[in-house]
């Protein structure tokens, strides 16, 4: 696997922990519960620390656990329900790891969690409700964080376990595809709407995620308005073995030599994207300085010319 650590995620009862000790134990990696790892620290129970410190303190300790963790390498980690509150966990640990939601009904937690008095935010009469609409509230993200997804309902751990496994195994053989976004990009949505669009940055990358699934293709995705910071990125993909990567460098298009040197260097196949058509735009934004060391440009279409991107490396990679 390109990614060491597999990170299990989900609400409360789903088996995290319980699952997470089969997988450790079939791939002989290390396991690690987040939430036991946070009650050595503070020498508490969580619900202690609910209780005495409240959610704010242990959201802060629980992402300094995250990017403690996030350091090691061969390591199954099952997290807390709430991970998924902090959105800079999840970023925190998928440079790292493979992230697998156990995704389960209501009513499956319910029958796990229905006695369990050590959990914070079930500390009330009706359980069940409450399991319900703070499911349905965190759905969403957990999703939306997911690389692999897991229905648990009516499997038994080792069944979950040798799901797991199948999909990781399918993954190693899928190709692995890095988007990169350039100065400003973090800014779709706002920025000159008639000219980029309304979609947001966030809105773009699921779209290339889910298109990607459909190709076999594994994506991640990074923006940054630093040039320095988009070199690092092209230097760490050339010594991770990416197969691929498409770059929207924003305006850096014109005249970062230090970008253009980094992608002649990794001797990778890249894709240069554009939102808008930008040879019928301004005459500064005719020329590129990055297209001539890539496969490829592709302008005008939109956030479609991600999605023709990915048509155009997989089959170059072919």
Known sequence: MRKSN????????????????????NLHYSFVDSDEEIEKQEQKLIVDIFKEQGETYFRKIE?????????????????GGGIIVNKDNISCLKKTGIIIYLKASPNHIYKNVQR????????????????ADLLAEREGDYLGAADIIISVDGYTP??????????????????EIWVLHGVNLNFLGIREP???GDQTLED??????????????QTQFYQSNHEGNLIDQLQKAYYQNVDGIII??????????GLRDAIASIALPVVEVHLSNIHQRESFRHQSVIAPVCIGQICGFGAMGYLLAIDALNSFIN
Request: charged share 25%; aromatic share 6%.
């Open 6 to 25: 597999i990170i299990l995620i989900g609400f409360m009862g789903s088996g995290k922990t319980t699952v997470g000790k089969i997988l450790a134990k």
């Open 63 to 79: 992402h300094e656990m995250m990017q403690k963790l996030a350091q090691g390498e061969k390591q199954v980690i099952a997290t």
């Open 116 to 131: 369990d008095k050590t959990r914070p935010l079930l500390q009330v009469e009706n359980k069940q409700k409450v399991i």
């Open 158 to 175: 080792q069944e979950i376990a040798g799901q797991i496994q199948e999909n990781l195994q399918r993954r190693d053989s899928m190709k």
């Open 194 to 196: 008639d000219i980029y």
């Open 204 to 217: 773009i990358n699921k779209k290339i995620c889910e298109y990607g699934r459909t190709k076999n293709i």
């Open 248 to 257: 929207n460098p924003g305006a850096f298009t014109h005249y970062s030599y």
